[in-house]
Nanobody, 123 residues
Framework: HVQLVESGGGLVQPGGSLALSCAAS????????MGWFRQAPGKEREGLAT???????AYADSVKGRFQISRDSAQNTLYLQMNSLAPEDTAVYYC??????????????????WGRGTQVTVS
């Protein structure tokens, strides 16, 4: 059973930067795919960026060029570097794992394991 714990959220001014982390444990498979998602009040959960175990990344158009997804060498921690933040980026940010099959940011429903989220407020 995969467990994911996000950290790094907080309050940031418009134009600022913030880095999120997601610690993963309990994974029993070698090939994996993880992603960052967010959900603002009254809106559907939105996929932002995904990264697989081979290093291939994919980004939603809304964050391309501003956000960067990465991992540590042990592949136990996923990161999201967020730059040029705007008030519309305010949301709860989640990391998720889709298991051994990889899906892009648009395939939110394919992600099986989810963290509890971390709040990001841009104001």
């Amino acid at each position: 059973h995969v467990q994911l714990v996000e950290s790094g959220g907080g309050l940031v001014q418009p134009g600022g930067s913030l880095a999120l982390s997601c610690a993963a444990s309990g994974r029993t498979y070698t090939n994996w795919c993880m992603g960052w998602f967010r959900q603002a009040p009254g809106k559907e959960r939105e996929g932002l960026a995904t990264l697989d175990s081979s290093g291939i990344t994919a980004y939603a158009d809304s964050v391309k060029g501003r956000f960067q997804i990465s991992r540590d060498s042990a592949q136990n921690t996923l990161y999201l570097q967020m730059n040029s933040l705007a008030p519309e980026d305010t949301a709860v940010y989640y990391c998720a794992d889709s298991g051994q099959w990889c899906y892009g940011p648009g395939d939110v429903s394919e992600y099986k394991f989810w963290g509890r989220g971390t709040q990001v407020t841009v104001s």
